[in-house]
């Protein structure tokens, strides 16, 4: 056997052996500063060793009676630290916690926001971390199939022109803001079989004034509300308020939709469900 | 020159100015339309999208520029004169404070109390800046007869460092969707898509500018001292009651309506006197229009330099008003 042989075999041997003890010491005191990635958890069977969350965790309904660590801007880091984690879910950006869960030896596992495609792969890496890499590939390969589902559905027929707006004061056409030509809500709007009016704009958000929804002219107004739950009524209002843009096709057409429900605009394991509901309204 | 000559040629000047600019701004903006569909009554409204875009989304945010500048502008003189202090602003006294902390309040609680075409944000603004004029005013007219500017100025900057307090405390209260909003009604903003809401701030900033037109003489001589007013028969707690309450009022409808746009209540006054010295018979009107065409016109170029991404019209007003005071200034000396 050649030297470099043999040094092929001897790496091979140990990443076999670290892959098996990392399976064997799977992570048991989990904690999560990513909402998005808390569902996931679960989604994949990794709840129980979940031990807090995020100041802004929602979901799922267990999340509720864990304890609370902060969130992107303010990490308890002094409370992580007493929960003895074997595991933290971290934002890229927070360099700061980074350095300190770095002296005190504790595994991260970061999150980087990114478009569709981004939650299967954070879906996957994260099962294979937590020791759940079957649950995590049955999950995301189920939401491939249903995006995929969706978009055979949707291939072919028209792609609607479409504003997407995920925010907007109430009442009013003011300081609305719309997806941009990146990330996962332009993303989710594109596999619901729309066209984004802002796509060549490459950003998350867009700040849409008036004169720029009429001069795009959408012919659907696809309105998100994820943290302002609106009741029925309150949705047709909303959807009432975009009247004095009467030349646009969309407020002609009365195509004007508001969505409204918690974890709309969380890229977590529910996006398929998402842009199910998003290729409904398109129709 | 005669005064009446003099305020002739200046208000003929700064007018023809403000005019210019505001019958050429809606006329450009990010998108280019024909003039002539706009005013072509043969084409049905739903279908004439350069009339929409002319008169729901230019007009409208050319009309709430010139409002807002002329009131910010206005009001920066009285108070200046009213304080004897050249760094009084109209937000000086808390009153700007005020609305943005009823802002942040209906933004981040999602309040919904929008009425007559005017939505949750403008009404609750509103109010908080009446909360702050009574707290204030209370404060400085507690001591002794009449306003005590001195309390009033330290009232008033006690209570901004106040309410920005607590304008930091509900932003950390609020999720990140509603804390970047709140931080961006903190930049100015014009785009109010309705005439709602100029309708409803108009009659307040009318009724202040009534009470602009007959103060100048006593800010006049105000600005000598209370004593050397007084002497010369101007009943002077009673002036300083009127100004302040004008200003203040003025003050609070052009912030619900555009947000706290920064620097024009205090560059433009300077800029003005700069130019046509410091009698506020002439002064108050030059200021007016001078502010009214000055907002207008960063407002343009906010909604058309980066476009189809827009500016907010605060950060134009500061970078531009900022250099150029300082080089009138630096000519003058």
Redesign the interface.
């Known amino acids: 056997m050649t030297t470099r042989r043999r040094r092929l075999a001897v790496l091979a041997w140990l990443s076999v052996l670290s892959l098996a003890g990392s399976a064997a010491q799977s992570p048991q005191r989990i904690i999560s500063l990513v909402p998005a990635l808390t569902e996931m958890l679960f989604t994949i069977g990794a709840g129980p060793q979940v031990v807090a969350v995020s100041s802004?965790d929602e979901d799922p309904p267990q999340v509720k009676s864990l304890p609370r660590v902060g969130a992107?801007l303010d990490p308890d880091v002094e409370r992580i630290l007493s929960l003895k984690p074997d595991l933290v879910i971290t934002y890229a950006s927070q360099t700061d916690l980074h350095a300190q869960l770095t002296r005190a030896a504790i595994p991260m596992f970061d999150y980087r926001h990114g478009g569709l495609a981004g939650i299967v792969d954070t879906l996957r890496a994260l099962g294979v971390r937590t020791g759940h890499a079957r649950e995590a590939e049955a999950a995301a390969g189920e939401i491939e199939a249903r995006l995929a589902a969706i978009r055979a559905r949707t291939a072919g027929a028209p792609r609607p022109r479409t504003l997407l707006v995920?925010?907007r004061?109430?009442?009013?056409?003011?300081?609305i803001?719309a997806s941009g030509g990146r990330g996962f809500l332009h993303d989710m709007l594109v596999a619901a079989g729309g066209t984004n009016i802002?796509a060549e704009?490459d950003?998350e958000s867009?700040?849409a004034?008036?004169?720029?929804i009429?001069?795009r002219?959408p012919e659907v107004i696809l309105e998100v509300r994820s943290?302002?739950i609106l009741s029925r009524e309150?949705a047709e209002r909303e959807a009432a308020s975009w009247r004095?843009?009467?030349?646009v096709p969309a407020v002609?057409q009365n195509r004007v939709v508001v969505l409204t429900g918690k974890g709309l605009t969380v890229p977590g394991p529910r996006v398929a469900e998402v842009v199910a509901r998003m290729a409904d309204a398109l129709r | 020159m005669s005064l009446r000559r003099r305020l002739l040629t200046v208000v003929g000047a700064f007018g023809a100015l403000a005019l210019l600019v505001l019958v050429w701004a809606p006329t450009v903006g990010s998108t280019s339309i024909d003039l002539g569909r706009v005013f072509d009554t043969s084409i049905p409204w739903a279908d004439n999208v350069d009339a929409q875009i002319f008169f729901v989304a230019r007009l409208p945010r050319v009309m709430a520029g010139a409002l807002i500048g002329a009131t910010l502008a206005a009001a920066g003189v009285v108070l200046q004169a009213l304080m004897r202090n050249p760094l009084a602003t109209p937000f000086t006294l808390g009153v700007s404070a005020g609305a943005a902390l009823g802002a942040m309040l209906a933004i981040a609680f999602r309040l919904d109390v929008g009425t007559l075409g005017v939505s949750s944000v403008p009404i609750a603004s509103f109010i908080g800046s009446l909360a702050a004029i009574a707290i204030v005013y209370g404060l400085a007219s507690s001591q002794r007869r009449g306003l005590s500017t001195n309390v009033l100025l330290l009232a008033g900057v006690t209570l901004n460092s106040f309410f920005s307090a607590l304008i930091l405390f509900v932003q950390y209260l609020s999720d990140f969707a509603e804390s970047f909003r709140t931080v961006r009604w903190l930049m100015g903003d014009l785009d109010i898509g309705s005439y709602g809401p100029i309708l409803a701030a108009t009659p307040f900033i009318l009724a202040a500018f009534a009470v602009f037109a007959v103060l100048p003489r006593a800010l006049n001589l105000l600005t000598m001292g209370e004593d050397v007013a007084a002497g010369r028969g101007v009943e002077v707690a009673r002036a300083q009651r009127w100004a302040f309450f004008s200003a203040s009022l003025a003050t609070g409808a052009a912030v619900s309506l555009g947000g706290p746009v920064g620097f024009i209540g205090i560059v433009v006054p300077h800029l003005v006197r700069l130019m046509v010295g410091s009698d506020h018979r002439v002064v108050l009107p030059a200021a007016t229009l001078f502010g009214a065409a000055f907002l207008v016109l960063c407002d343009l170029l906010a909604r058309t330099i980066m476009a189809p991404l827009e500016i907010p019209v605060g950060i134009i007003t500061a970078l531009i008003g900022g250099p150029f005071f300082l080089w009138l200034l630096v000519r003058q000396s």
């Open positions: 802004y992107l995920f925010g004061e109430r009442g009013a056409l003011r300081n803001y802002f704009i950003r867009v700040q004034t008036t004169e720029l009429l001069a002219a943290s302002d309150e004095p843009l009467a030349s002609r």
